[in-house]
Structure formats: C-alpha cells, structure tokens
C-alpha cells in the first residue's frame, strides 16, 4: 500500500533545484497525493511496461470510472483511458490545489472559488527499444530516488530533452536513465493528445454538446514506474486552459453617446430582441456566423411583428403566425424605408433562407467569405458591395432607418452595430 512519505521519498529534489518536481506538480495543482497514492498502487496490477500519462481538462467529463479502450497514433498501440472528476481550489492566499478525493480538505486553508474540471488518466505499455530500455531503468530506481547512469545507448529518433546529450552528440552516445524518462514522457504525449482527441470527439457527439478543443496537455506529466513521476518539459498548468474558455471575444468600444441615452432610456432588460441579439453576438464570437444571421433577422421580424402586429394572418387550425419580412413590404407597412433598404432586407431574408435550406457551411477555422463565394451565398442573395463589407453591416442601413421612422419607439435595433462589429473582427475590415 503506497503512502505519501513512499512517493516524496522515491521524487526527491535533484541536485541544484529549490524543491522537487513533485511539488511543483502539486503547487500547480496538476495532482494530489491522494491521485498519486492511488495510482502507484493500481500501475503495480497492469503490465511490466505499463506507464500511466496524466493530463487535465478545464470541463467536466461525466462518465464512469471503467476505463475505455482508445487507438493511440502509432497503430497498434491501445490506451487505457480513464475518467475522473477533479476539483480545483483557490485559497486567500491565491494557491491553486487539486482535490481528487470526495471529502478531501486542505487543512489551514479557506477556499473562495473552485471549478470542476477532468483528471485524464492514459495507461500505455512501451515497445520494442523502450520497452528493452525500460528494464534498465527500473534497476536504476531505488525506494530513495533514481540512481542516474548508462542504460544504453541513444537512437536519432528518440526525442531526447535538450541538454541531456553532450553538445554535437550523434547517435549511439550513451543514454542516462534521466534522460530516458523525459525521452518516454515527450513520446508517449503525441499518444495521449491522439486519444485525447479522439475521445472528446466521441463524447461531444455522444452528448450531443460541442465541447472546445484544447491542443495543450494541461498538467502534463507521467509515472513512468509506479510511484516515479518525470516529464519531458514544464507542464502547462491547467488555469491557462480556464482562463482560454472563459476568454470572449474581443469587444468593440461602444459609442459613449449610446451607452448615455441607454442610461438615460427606460427599457425593459429582459426584452425578446435584446437578448436575441445578444445570443447571436455570442454565436458570432464562436465562429457561428451563419447561425449568427439566422438569429439576426428573425430578431427583425420579431421587432417588426411587434410594431406592425394586423399584417399577421390566422393559419387553417386558427392560430395567428407572424408576417415574413416579404409580406410586410408587400402589405406597405414598411413604406417609410427608401427601395434600396427595403431590398437590402428582402435579400438579407433570402439569405436567411439559403442558409436554412442549403447545405451546411464549413466548420473550419478559414469558413468565412471564401466559403460563402463558393456557396453563392454572396453573389446570388445580395448586391456586389457586399463583398467589401460583411454581411450583416447590411443590417446597419436598415436599423438606421427603422430608428429614425420608428421614434419614439425605436426599440432594439440600435444593438445590431456591435454585433457587426463583431463580424468585421471574425471577417476582417472588407469581410475577407
């Protein structure tokens, strides 16, 4: 049964360092001693060569403790993938710890903010030259630390941490046990990001939930023989990756002027058309524009159904539905808008349209106006300026003019310029 003082004891500082590897892992809250006790214990149970890679998610996982079979990069290789809950916590004193342990405390300590995240555990047996050199690492580990020395020799493909080879070594200079373990810890993270991947990707679409990658191995770090940990480089603590999913979108500056009058205005803040707009300003710092426009001119609609509400019609089971874009023009409620503007909207309508019953668009970080030009979505449903400006600016001229028409109840359109800001941010300047 493997007890704290047995892991301190086989991870002492090494020559020249402060404190150990091993609380530094701690300090960053990339493990605890109850994580690193359990699995000391159960690594004992798997293969000769088994090493358990441990990395973290800044979101919850909720599946059970059984672990599951995922392919690794190189074939042949299979990862045992488990899940678990971990919870990290900030004191007074602004430490950041984790508790993987239900009920576990940090004695002395006062928590002022905790976050859920996921504790990824990676079970991978080493092969061929490892695998071979792995016997002779073992004998190199004591129960007081790592009796550094020869285990072999180096090979041009193993990626070795700089500095552990003399200055203009080639291959077949002697490899330490040292560098073996941060050699194994670098190799084994292109399997762990490999199956980490895939895993979240089965999980998003099991869950129907898109969950937001992460390139990074947060916490990265392995226990290359049970109660031994090493890495390869510096971990990444997993608060970079909250902090990455909390991040929005860059905000435009907002007209002063606005922000005043909004002040000064008596508005109701749980209004339907605020709030779309604000969903859709969201989507579009997603990278959703499509469903961003979607969103956008049923907000018109909306708004324009609430002002012009006798264009409605009575459908055959009874129950009134709201005029399209297309029959408020027609029935004249919208004359006050010049011909250009109200084209402008039946075309944005169009677009809307497109959108709805074409194909899906691209999902790719380059979706964007190439993607539409290949689609037709530009030069079938609006007018060739809007390829210098975005698409949604086009909505700009029609508010302008709906505020002006519609006083004293101009409502909420006047928030769709810093949701076309937002597009100009995702588009660039000319929408490219």
């Given at each position: ?202 999980y998003s679409i099991g869950n129907l939930e898109e969950i937001p990658r992460h390139e990074e ?216």
């Amino acid at each position: 049964m493997w007890n704290w003082n047995d892991i301190e004891a086989m991870n002492p500082a090494e020559p020249g360092q402060r404190s150990s590897f091993l609380s530094h892992l701690i300090e960053i809250g990339a493990a605890s001693e109850d994580l690193l006790c359990r699995w000391a214990e159960y690594l004992e149970h798997y293969g000769s060569t088994a090493v358990a890679c441990f990395c973290q998610l800044p979101f919850p996982i909720n599946v059970d403790s059984s672990p599951f079979k995922v392919r690794g990069w190189r074939e042949g290789v299979v990862v045992d993938f488990h899940c678990e809950p971990v919870t990290f916590e900030i004191d007074l004193s602004g430490k950041f710890l984790a508790r993987h342990k239900h009920g576990e405390t940090f004695k002395g300590r006062t928590t002022i903010a905790q976050s859920v995240g996921t504790q990824v555990i990676a079970v991978i047996s080493l092969w061929n030259v490892r695998a071979k050199l792995y016997d002779e690492y073992i004998r190199r580990l004591t129960p007081k630390g790592l009796n550094d020395g020869v285990i072999g020799k180096s090979l041009g493909w193993m990626r070795l941490p700089s500095g552990s080879l003399p200055p203009n070594a080639r291959e077949y200079t002697p490899l330490s046990a040292a560098a073996f373990q941060g050699e194994v810890a670098r190799r084994l993270s292109t399997e762990v990001s490999h199956s980490l991947q895939n895993f979240v990707s089965a999980y998003s679409i099991g869950n129907l939930e898109e969950i937001p990658r992460h390139e990074e191995l947060y916490g990265y770090f392995i226990m290359i023989a049970p109660g031994r940990v090493a890495c390869g480089s510096v971990p990444l603590p997993v608060q970079a990756g909250f902090i990455a999913s909390e991040s929005q979108f860059p905000q435009s500056k907002v007209n002063r002027r606005r922000v005043q009058s909004l002040l000064e205005a008596s508005y109701n803040k749980g209004d339907q058309v605020l709030t779309q707009l604000m969903a859709m300003k969201k989507l579009l710092a997603q990278k959703e524009p499509e469903l961003a426009l979607v969103g956008l001119v049923t907000a018109i609609e909306w708004f324009l159904n609430e002002r012009f509400p006798g264009v409605g019609h009575i459908n055959q089971s009874g129950r009134k539905t709201s005029a399209s874009i297309y029959r408020l023009i027609k029935s004249g409620s919208l004359a006050f808008l010049s011909e250009e503007e109200r084209k402008q909207l039946i075309k944005i309508s169009q677009l809307r349209n497109e959108i709805v019953h074409g194909s899906p668009p691209g999902r790719t970080a380059a979706h964007s106006e190439s993607r539409r030009l290949e689609t037709g979505y530009v030069t079938e449903a609006l007018p060739c300026t809007a390829r210098q400006t975005s698409i949604l600016e086009q909505l700009v001229k029609v508010r302008k003019a709906l505020n002006k028409a519609l006083q004293p109840t101009p409502k909420m359109l006047r928030f769709f310029a810093p949701v076309t800001s937002s597009v100009r941010q995702i588009y660039g300047p000319h929408g490219n």
